[in-house]
């Protein structure tokens, strides 16, 4: 029989929770502050003035007296290192630290693409191509101010791009369906034809083309060489597991008799695929990780563990 | 026992992933890496081009999979440097720009301060339109790319001038984090121009085993996820830099002692999960 | 109406970009929808950054649940953007900054006649109407009635454009002859010159009053006089710096200074007018370039290290740094560019030449020239290096001066040379270099040791900063929002460097606890099909990794058994199951959106479109 724990006992739960983190913190804190003040490589970036922009500092820039620490990215090295640390919190429980991490992502990112967007795009291929003179004179010096052929064509996005913004405003938000049409039309016609010829036909051709002549089979059978026929066996099962994969994703007939057995064979050939991929993938992930830890333990603690 | 490892908090299998991660880091653990057919495949097509052959480098990837990515795109401007190769930069996947410019401040200007900007290698910088972007240049780059990155007039930059479109190119070769990436440019470059110019590609793990429907025929080779990344620094790094200091030819390498102690951890893990579904199912059975 | 239209956009857009994959002739429709999708796609930024941005206003105001983090989201955004769309902090680009140049505005109709040009000539009856001049002239040049009109004067790469405009000798042989014309006069040419895209008057360099004479007598309207007026005073515009004495370099105080900067002893560097690059350069490479060293030489520098200080240095220590000294230049070396440089190349005939020939009837054109004579060094150019390596302080100048004085020299091998000596190692970089190469292997110097090969070092980056200072100083910027908007060192670098990058990665790496967590509670062998995928996922998980080779290393890789080691499993997975399983699902995935791309766009499935309203 369990019992339902008494509400206080919840609460003292928690309150002792978080007074283990907070020591842990402290405690955390005074070393990380003991090893900032006794390490000078720690949470610093030397920087050197090379008369052309700042570069890392080397070893010997740091001997020579011409290395000195940009305040800036060191402190951005801590930022860095306190964002890293409050995603990672998350694995432990949902807390405030990481909610603004998060936050901050949120924003920030939201900011860049629209910056990236206006200066990629809306300036040098919009604006740069209907007003290039006015573009010039501030903003790409390098843009060639003569119109080109058809220029005026370009007021069609202009206005269409427009439309696509009215989207913000309640009352006029049915006129983005224009743009928004025009996007689903275009990226229609460009998957059709992308996907028709890499996907379907491509994948097609490859798979004709992966069996071996009968000539260089002869030829190396004749050498006593067995690689072209372990070529033509691979390329019989390729074909064949292609198909059974094919009869498994056709679902418009009742998988019964031979067409299950066949589908059955489909879905094993799906299996071993998609165990490669979960090989791979995993590899992926943890390199993703791999490559945080390196920057906590070198770049931000400059922790140098000799081994290996 | 049995109870338990069912009811085990997930956050001691986080611990265990992350020491299993922080521990052949502080290490330093590494071990050597012989390289596959792909990866060799990868470095022929490179080593197959002449000194001034000009090959565009599409680096469609973002800080999210610098893990995986980051020492094959720096071996791939080693490899290229090395070969006095003509390099044109652009990326198609927003934040690709930057790791350029990354790249460039990372490899060129320090090991090849003698290459200079416009005459042996350009940034052209990010579009947005995803395929869209494909599409268009592989007939007419200056459409979508009347300057560089810099703002400098395509016209004005000697490596350019005679570039019209990337057919003009010799190769492809794409750094791909996902969407728009090296599928992308297999459907809108290597599949309708496959006699014009090859394509060879790095990318992530989750790609990785996408893409071998295309190899070889409209991918001539790929280094798949930081296993391929470390065997092509490996090779690349063996011819062309072998007395080298630098941390940064190393990072691959160095990013595989994590890979065995995970891996050997994760193996263990879904035996372990198992040796506990097949207890209780016997529990239950009993 | 309101679903029609859109219908029938999408129909457009779409139908028109298949035909244009089929229909040669309809390319460049096909080409134009594209782009302007590509514009489109970068507006939906737009709107999606706006969009958050009144989420999270109203979230605020509303004082709803969580509103404290939506501050912050909306703080860091405005942050972000107004950093971004300002470029707050973002330097000029370099390239179109025109450093050494001063300008002052000019449109084309305000040029004085002077600067008008004429030729007869027209465009070959090749070139198709609809096909106009190069982008780089055409605001400056018309062709009508059999004249060629240019205003403004013709820069080499307008030149160009306009020989690769057409192969036509005739019209090569005329642009050759308006560029020889469009020319300011001859004391004014390499100084004077206008852009058309900037529309812009430029001088380079410091305008003298002859200078300033000539350029008034060319023309008398109020708006020349003007440019003349301003250009004047930014050429003549002096600007100061004050630099420690002991920074300065002897090699600069006492060597010859470019005519545009002074210094006074009392530590005040002045520069006039805006510096050019070449000028910066030359400042900053005034530290002479370190000679090749005999043994003896070597040996003494060496002990010099060894006395400097109190760290005994052992025999490995010294091979290594004599190595580095033998990888010095050498006088054979230097005479060989040169006499390379000397070589005779065949010359190129100009496009008049050409058209001359074909004119007088000459049927087999050739465009070379034949060789000259090559010319070498001689046995006083010799001595000159000699006495050049002898003299540490020497500078390149004054050997090209000693080598011409002596024998002949080439313009090529004058530039052969002293690109070679420039690209040498200074003796801070050498310094440096040393030290480097040391401390790679862990070689302990003291601080006297260290102070001796790096002093030098030092010196030359100080003083490299000093004249960038005096560069940027010097320079009145021309386009200030030229730069990149996320040009290193700026706020916007900054929070994508240190807040957006590390968020990113580290939300990413937080899939490697979940992936581990998922395979111990979720990957169950419960049927064949999942413990195929888990077998197959052991053997890629291992198979990619040291121990799954090691596991199997003990297989013959010749015998019959070596398809069992693990990376011959692996390549067989990838390169048969794999890509079976792929194509399979490829070609499935296509079939699926070339039924959905057609039904989209001949309007039978119109989800997209939202409820009617």
């Known amino acids: ?229 372990f070529k033509l066996s691979n390329a019989i099962i390729v074909v064949v597991s292609i198909l059974a994969c094919l009869v498994y994703f056709f679902f418009s007939i009742e998988h019964k008799g031979a067409v299950a057995k066949v589908a059955r064979l489909g879905i094993f050939v799906l299996m071993v695929t998609f165990g490669a991929g979960f090989g791979f993938t995993v590899m992926g992930r943890i390199a993703l990780l791999a490559i945080r830890l390196e920057f906590l333990i070198y770049d931000w603690l400059a922790l140098d563990i000799v081994g290996g | 026992m049995i109870d338990f490892l069912d009811k085990l908090d997930r956050r001691w299998i986080f611990l265990a992933m992350g020491l299993s991660v922080l521990i052949p880091i502080l290490m330093k653990l590494q071990f050597p890496e012989t390289a596959t057919a792909q990866s060799q495949a990868v470095f022929e097509e490179i080593e197959k081009l002449k000194e001034g052959d000009p090959v565009l480098m599409a680096w469609d990837w973002d800080p999210a999979s610098a893990g995986e990515l980051e020492p094959m795109a720096k071996s791939f401007v080693l490899h290229c440097a090395s070969k006095k190769l003509k390099m044109y930069f652009l990326a198609i996947y927003p934040l690709g720009n930057q790791m350029a410019d990354n790249d460039i401040a990372d490899v060129i200007k320090v090991d090849f301060p003698d290459l200079k900007y416009g005459e042996d290698y350009v940034n052209l910088g990010y579009k947005p339109g995803y ?86 025929q409209q991918l001539a080779g790929q280094l798949g996820a930081i296993k391929g990344a470390a065997e092509y620094e490996s090779l690349v790094t063996e011819k062309y830099d072998p007395d080298s200091k630098r941390e940064i030819y190393k990072e691959g390498r160095r990013r595989m002692g994590p890979q065995l102690i995970a891996h050997m951890l994760m193996i263990g893990l879904i035996i372990l999960g198992n040796i506990v579904y097949f207890a209780q199912r016997s529990r239950g059975a009993a | 109406m309101k679903r029609t239209i859109p219908l029938m956009i999408t129909a457009v857009g779409g139908i028109l970009l298949i035909v244009a994959t089929f229909i040669p002739a309809t390319k460049d429709w096909g080409e134009k929808a594209t782009i302007w999708f590509d514009i489109l796609a970068g507006i939906a930024f737009i709107l999606g950054g706006v969009n958050l941005l009144m989420i999270h206003l109203s979230k605020v105001s ?57 030729i007869p000539g027209e465009i070959p009856a090749t070139i198709t109407d609809h096909i106009e001049l190069p982008a780089s002239v055409r605001t400056q040049m018309t062709v009508a009635d059999g004249t060629i009109t240019f205003r403004g004067w013709m820069r080499p790469n307008q030149l160009n454009d306009l020989i690769d405009f057409s192969d036509n000798l005739k019209w090569r042989a005329t642009m050759e002859a308006l560029a020889e014309k469009a020319k300011p006069q001859v004391t004014l040419t390499g100084s004077l010159d206008w852009y058309s ?19 008034e007598q060319m023309g008398s309207d109020a708006p020349w006089k003007s440019a003349i007026d301003q250009l004047d005073k930014l ?24 005519a545009t900067v002074a210094y006074e002893s009392s530590g005040q560097l002045t520069a006039t007018g805006d510096m050019t690059t070449g000028t910066r350069d030359t400042l900053k490479s005034v530290f002479p370039v370190v000679r090749p060293m005999t043994p003896e030489q070597q040996q003494a520098y060496w002990q010099s290290l060894v006395d400097a200080g109190e760290k005994p240095l052992d025999d490995d220590a010294r091979q290594t740094f004599i190595g580095i000294l033998d990888t010095l230049w050498t006088k054979q070396q230097l005479v060989d560019i040169i006499n390379a440089a000397g070589i005779a190349k065949p010359g190129t ?98 601080q006297a040791q260290l102070e001796l090969l790096l002093g030098p070092y030092r010196s030359e980056m100080v003083w490299a900063r000093i004249v960038e200072r005096l560069f940027i100083a010097s320079h009145v910027v021309k386009y200030p929002y030229s730069g990149e908007y996320n040009a290193t060192g700026t706020p916007f670098w900054w929070m994508y460097e240190y807040i957006m990058q590390p968020l990113m990665a580290t939300v990413f790496a937080l899939l490697a606890f979940y992936v581990a967590s ?36 003990w297989i013959d890789p010749a015998g019959p058994f070596s398809g069992f080691r693990i990376e011959n499993m692996t390549v067989w997975i990838m390169s048969v199951i794999n890509t079976a399983g792929n194509r399979a699902i490829f070609i499935g995935i296509a079939l699926g959106i070339i039924s959905t791309s057609v039904k989209v766009l001949l309007g039978v499935d119109r989800s997209y479109l939202g409820s009617d309203d």
């Open chain 3, 235 to 258: 050429t003549n515009k002096k600007i100061s710096l004050n630099v420690k004495p002991e920074d300065v370099p002897p090699a600069f105080i006492n060597g010859d200074k470019p």
């Open chain 3, 518 to 553: 998922a395979a111990f509670r979720a990957f169950r062998v419960k049927n064949v099909e999942a413990s195929l995928l888990l077998g197959t996922a052991f053997i890629i998980l291992l198979g990619r990794t040291f121990a799954g080779v090691w596991l199997t290393s």
């Open chain 2, 131 to 216: 395929e869209g972007v494909i599409k268009v240049i592989v007939n007419n780059l200056r459409e979508l790319y009347p300057t560089d990155s810099r703002g400098t007039n395509l016209d004005q930059i000697p490596m350019c001038r005679n570039v019209n479109s990337v057919q003009d190119m010799k190769l492809i070769i794409n750094v791909s984090s996902g969407y728009p990436g090296i599928k992308e440019w297999v459907q809108y470059a290597s599949t309708p121009y496959k006699h014009k110019f090859k394509l060879v590609g790095g990318c992530t793990g989750v790609q990785a085993s996408l893409m071998y429907p295309y190899i070889p």
């Open chain 1, 1 to 229: 029989m369990t019992t339902t724990p008494r509400p206080d006992t919840n609460q003292n739960l928690k309150t002792f929770e978080k007074r283990v983190w907070l020591a842990v913190i402290l405690i955390i804190g005074i070393v990380l502050m003991t090893r900032f003040f006794t390490v000078k490589e720690m949470g610093r970036y030397y920087a050197v003035d090379t008369g052309s922009g700042l570069e890392a500092a080397t070893a010997v820039d740091k001997e020579a007296g011409v290395a000195f620490v940009d305040v800036d990215r060191s402190i951005g090295i801590w930022i860095s290192a306190l964002m890293t640390i409050g995603i990672f919190s998350f694995l432990y429980k949902d807390n405030p630290y990481y909610k603004v991490c998060e936050a901050l992502f949120i924003g920030i990112s939201a900011a860049y693409w629209m910056v990236l967007s206006f200066w990629t795009t809306i300036i040098p291929n919009l604006f740069g191509k209907l007003f290039p003179t006015w573009t010039q004179s501030w903003a790409i010096p390098g843009l060639p101010t003569a119109h080109e052929h058809d220029w005026w064509l370009y007021f069609v996005p202009l206005i269409l791009g427009i439309m696509l913004l009215m989207r913000l405003f309640p009352k006029y938000g049915w006129m983005a369906r224009w743009p928004l049409a025009f996007i689903i039309g275009t990226t229609a016609g460009l998957r059709l034809i992308g996907f028709l010829e890499a996907d379907f036909w491509g994948q097609i051709i490859n798979t004709i083309n992966s069996f071996p002549s009968y000539a260089s089979m002869i030829e190396a059978v004749n050498e006593g060489n067995y690689s072209e026929l």
């Open chain 3, 62 to 118: 509303d004082r709803k649940k969580g509103w404290a983090y939506s501050l912050i989201t909306l703080l860091s955004f405005l942050t972000m953007l107004f950093a971004g769309l300002f470029k707050i902090g973002s330097p000029p680009a370099p390239d179109q900054e025109f450093y050494g140049e001063s300008f002052a505005p000019l449109t084309i109709s305000q040029l004085p006649d002077s600067a008008t040009f004429t």
């Open chain 3, 197 to 215: 895209d900037h529309r812009a008057l430029s001088y380079g360099g410091v305008m003298t009053p002859e200078d300033r004479t000539s350029l």
């Open chain 3, 349 to 446: 005939k100009s496009w008049t030449q050409l058209y001359e020939e074909q004119q007088a009837g000459v049927a087999d054109l050739n465009p070379e020239i034949p060789a000259g004579e090559s010319v070498t060094l001689n046995d006083a150019q010799l001595q000159a290096i000699d006495a050049y390596i002898a003299a540490p302080q020497q500078r390149i100048s004054q050997l090209v001066i000693n080598l011409k004085a002596a024998g002949t020299l080439t313009g090529g091998q004058q530039a052969a040379m002293t690109k070679y000596l420039s690209s040498q190692p200074t003796s801070g970089r050498l310094g440096r270099d040393l030290t480097q190469t040391l401390m790679d292997k862990n070689v302990s110097l003291d």
